[in-house]
Protein backbone atom coordinates (compact mmCIF):
# COMPACT_ATOMS: atom_id res chain seq x y z
CA UNK A 1 0.00 0.00 0.00
CA UNK A 2 2.81 2.28 1.12
CA UNK A 3 4.23 1.66 -2.12
CA UNK A 4 1.24 2.47 -3.86
CA UNK A 5 0.76 6.08 -2.52
CA UNK A 6 4.42 6.92 -3.19
CA UNK A 7 4.03 6.08 -6.94
CA UNK A 8 1.00 7.82 -7.07
CA UNK A 9 2.43 10.81 -5.49
CA UNK A 10 4.93 10.69 -7.97
CA UNK A 11 2.62 10.61 -10.30
CA UNK A 12 0.38 13.37 -9.47
CA UNK A 13 4.09 15.70 -9.11
CA UNK A 14 5.21 14.91 -13.04
CA UNK A 15 1.89 15.19 -14.00
CA UNK A 16 1.75 18.91 -12.24
CA UNK A 17 5.16 19.97 -13.30
CA UNK A 18 4.19 19.10 -16.63
CA UNK A 19 0.97 21.03 -16.60
CA UNK A 20 2.83 24.18 -15.15
CA UNK A 21 5.86 23.68 -17.83
CA UNK A 22 2.77 23.57 -20.68
CA UNK A 23 1.06 26.51 -19.05
CA UNK A 24 4.84 28.93 -19.46
CA UNK A 25 4.96 28.13 -23.19
CA UNK A 26 4.38 30.79 -25.41
CA UNK A 27 1.26 30.67 -27.48
CA UNK A 28 -0.27 32.26 -30.30
CA UNK A 29 -2.36 35.16 -29.07
CA UNK A 30 -0.27 35.56 -26.27
CA UNK A 31 0.82 38.89 -25.71
CA UNK A 32 4.53 38.89 -26.66
CA UNK A 33 6.87 39.07 -23.40
CA UNK A 34 8.97 42.31 -23.77
CA UNK A 35 12.53 42.76 -23.59
CA UNK A 36 15.10 45.24 -24.47
CA UNK A 37 18.70 44.16 -26.21
CA UNK A 38 21.37 45.99 -27.80
CA UNK A 39 22.29 45.26 -31.64
CA UNK A 40 25.40 44.95 -33.13
CA UNK A 41 25.33 48.26 -33.49
CA UNK A 42 25.24 49.39 -29.85
CA UNK A 43 21.64 50.66 -29.75
CA UNK A 44 19.11 49.35 -27.30
CA UNK A 45 15.72 48.06 -28.73
CA UNK A 46 12.76 47.39 -26.96
CA UNK A 47 9.95 45.25 -28.37
CA UNK A 48 7.14 47.32 -26.45
CA UNK A 49 8.43 50.52 -28.13
CA UNK A 50 7.58 48.93 -31.64
CA UNK A 51 3.51 48.83 -31.48
CA UNK A 52 1.90 49.98 -34.64
CA UNK A 53 5.10 47.76 -36.57
CA UNK A 54 5.16 43.95 -37.46
CA UNK A 55 8.11 42.20 -35.56
CA UNK A 56 9.56 39.37 -37.06
CA UNK A 57 11.95 37.95 -34.16
CA UNK A 58 14.24 34.76 -35.71
CA UNK A 59 16.26 33.07 -32.76
CA UNK A 60 18.82 31.41 -34.48
CA UNK A 61 22.50 29.69 -34.17
CA UNK A 62 25.80 29.80 -35.89
CA UNK A 63 25.64 26.01 -35.43
CA UNK A 64 22.61 25.85 -37.10
CA UNK A 65 22.51 24.41 -41.41
CA UNK A 66 18.97 25.96 -41.50
CA UNK A 67 19.75 29.12 -39.82
CA UNK A 68 22.38 29.77 -42.30
CA UNK A 69 20.01 28.86 -45.18
CA UNK A 70 17.05 31.15 -43.69
CA UNK A 71 18.86 34.28 -43.27
CA UNK A 72 18.85 35.72 -46.87
CA UNK A 73 15.31 34.96 -47.08
CA UNK A 74 14.88 37.20 -43.42
CA UNK A 75 16.66 40.20 -45.25
CA UNK A 76 14.61 39.77 -48.62
CA UNK A 77 11.58 39.45 -46.58
CA UNK A 78 12.59 42.67 -44.66
CA UNK A 79 13.54 44.70 -47.47
CA UNK A 80 10.40 43.47 -49.62
CA UNK A 81 7.88 44.55 -46.63
CA UNK A 82 10.14 47.44 -44.15
CA UNK A 83 8.36 50.19 -45.79
CA UNK A 84 5.08 48.58 -44.41
CA UNK A 85 6.21 48.55 -40.88
CA UNK A 86 7.57 45.57 -40.85
CA UNK A 87 11.63 44.81 -38.86
CA UNK A 88 13.26 41.33 -38.69
CA UNK A 89 15.35 41.26 -35.62
CA UNK A 90 17.54 38.17 -35.35
CA UNK A 91 18.45 37.10 -32.10
CA UNK A 92 21.40 34.63 -31.45
CA UNK A 93 21.11 32.32 -28.77
CA UNK A 94 24.89 31.35 -28.03
CA UNK A 95 26.32 32.21 -24.51
CA UNK A 96 29.60 32.80 -26.58
CA UNK A 97 28.71 35.28 -29.55
CA UNK A 98 31.98 35.38 -31.55
CA UNK A 99 31.12 32.33 -33.36
CA UNK A 100 27.62 34.17 -34.19
CA UNK A 101 29.78 37.14 -35.63
CA UNK A 102 31.58 34.82 -37.45
CA UNK A 103 28.77 33.20 -39.19
CA UNK A 104 26.97 36.85 -40.23
CA UNK A 105 30.24 38.07 -41.90
CA UNK A 106 29.68 36.89 -45.25
CA UNK A 107 26.05 36.97 -45.03
CA UNK A 108 25.78 41.18 -45.92
CA UNK A 109 22.45 41.19 -43.41
CA UNK A 110 20.85 44.79 -42.67
CA UNK A 111 18.09 43.56 -40.33
CA UNK A 112 18.79 44.21 -36.60
CA UNK A 113 20.93 41.10 -34.72
CA UNK A 114 20.94 40.79 -30.84
CA UNK A 115 22.57 38.32 -28.62
CA UNK A 116 21.20 36.37 -26.17
CA UNK A 117 24.30 35.44 -24.02
CA UNK A 118 22.48 34.75 -20.94
CA UNK A 119 19.08 32.61 -22.79
CA UNK A 120 17.20 34.25 -21.07
CA UNK A 121 15.15 35.86 -23.98
CA UNK A 122 14.52 31.88 -25.35
CA UNK A 123 13.88 30.73 -22.47
CA UNK A 124 11.31 33.25 -22.32
CA UNK A 125 9.87 32.62 -25.56
CA UNK A 126 10.18 28.76 -25.33
CA UNK A 127 12.56 28.29 -27.94
CA UNK A 128 12.84 24.52 -28.33
CA UNK A 129 13.58 24.67 -32.12
CA UNK A 130 16.65 26.10 -34.27
CA UNK A 131 15.71 28.37 -36.01
CA UNK A 132 12.61 29.43 -34.07
CA UNK A 133 10.44 32.52 -35.72
CA UNK A 134 8.15 34.75 -34.23
CA UNK A 135 5.88 36.95 -35.77
CA UNK A 136 4.45 39.64 -33.31
CA UNK A 137 1.17 41.75 -34.60
CA UNK A 138 1.40 45.89 -34.31
CA UNK A 139 -0.19 45.89 -30.90
CA UNK A 140 2.47 43.41 -29.53
CA UNK A 141 0.68 40.22 -29.68
CA UNK A 142 2.61 37.09 -30.74
CA UNK A 143 0.30 35.67 -33.74
CA UNK A 144 2.09 33.04 -35.32
CA UNK A 145 5.04 30.76 -34.28
CA UNK A 146 7.48 28.93 -37.02
CA UNK A 147 9.59 26.35 -35.74
CA UNK A 148 12.51 25.00 -37.91
CA UNK A 149 13.14 26.19 -41.28
CA UNK A 150 12.84 24.20 -44.57
CA UNK A 151 12.81 25.55 -48.13
CA UNK A 152 9.23 27.44 -48.94
CA UNK A 153 8.61 28.69 -44.95
CA UNK A 154 9.50 32.28 -47.06
CA UNK A 155 5.82 32.01 -48.51
CA UNK A 156 4.25 31.13 -45.48
CA UNK A 157 6.19 33.88 -43.50
CA UNK A 158 5.35 36.08 -46.20
CA UNK A 159 1.35 35.18 -46.08
CA UNK A 160 1.82 35.33 -42.12
CA UNK A 161 3.37 39.28 -43.16
CA UNK A 162 0.55 40.04 -45.70
CA UNK A 163 -2.33 38.86 -43.40
CA UNK A 164 -1.12 41.19 -40.55
CA UNK A 165 -0.34 44.50 -43.10
CA UNK A 166 -4.36 43.98 -43.94
CA UNK A 167 -5.35 44.07 -40.72
Not at 20 to 28: G, K, M, R, T, V
Not at 93 to 118: C, M, R, Y
Request: net charge negative; proline share 2%; glycine share 6%.
Amino acid sequence: MMLFKRGFIALFTLFTLSVSIQANALSEGDMAPDFTLKNMQGENLKLSEQRGNIILINFWASWCGPCRKEMPVLQKLEDKYRDLGVAVWGVNVEQENQAGKDFLADLNLSFDIFFDETNSLSETYDVKAMPTTVIVDRDGKVRYVFLGYQDGYEKKYAAAIKKLIRE
